[in-house]
């Protein structure tokens, strides 16, 4: 029905950069939100950030001021900018939207695939 597919993950150095995006497809008339959550090894899957379909984002405490969630609606695509990296955000990062099929459908959230974010030296 929808599929999301992400890339962008990867190894870099505590202070480094890197640039997630996350694209969806398939039967798809609309998109409300779209976010990014992560889940590191042992840990329950926790919050990243939410842009709704108008641009207004959010963002869990920890990633304040250091990461920025955006999306192109023309391409169906939200992007996650990650700049000073810690070696505590080493995650499987995932991205999710809420579509819908139709006019008259209700919103339902789909979940991308994961990619691997290690910071490490």
């Known amino acids: 029905q929808v599929q999301l597919v992400e890339s962008g993950g990867g190894l870099v150095q505590p202070g480094g950069s890197l640039r997630l995006s996350c694209a969806a497809s398939g039967s798809i008339f609309s998109i409300n939100n779209m976010g990014w959550y992560r889940q590191a090894p042992r840990k329950q899957r926790e919050f990243v950030a939410v842009?709704?379909?108008?641009?207004?984002?959010n963002y869990a405490e920890s990633m304040k001021g250091r990461f920025t969630i955006s999306r192109d609606n023309a391409k169906n695509t939200v992007y996650l900018q990650m700049n000073s990296l810690k070696p505590e955000d080493t995650a499987v990062y995932y991205c999710?939207?809420?579509?819908?099929?139709?006019?008259?459908?209700?919103?339902?959230?789909?979940w991308g695939q994961g990619t691997q974010v290690t910071v490490s030296s």
């Open positions: 842009i709704s379909s108008g641009g207004i984002t």
């Open positions: 999710n939207a809420d579509t819908g099929s139709s006019y008259w459908s209700t919103f339902k959230r789909s």
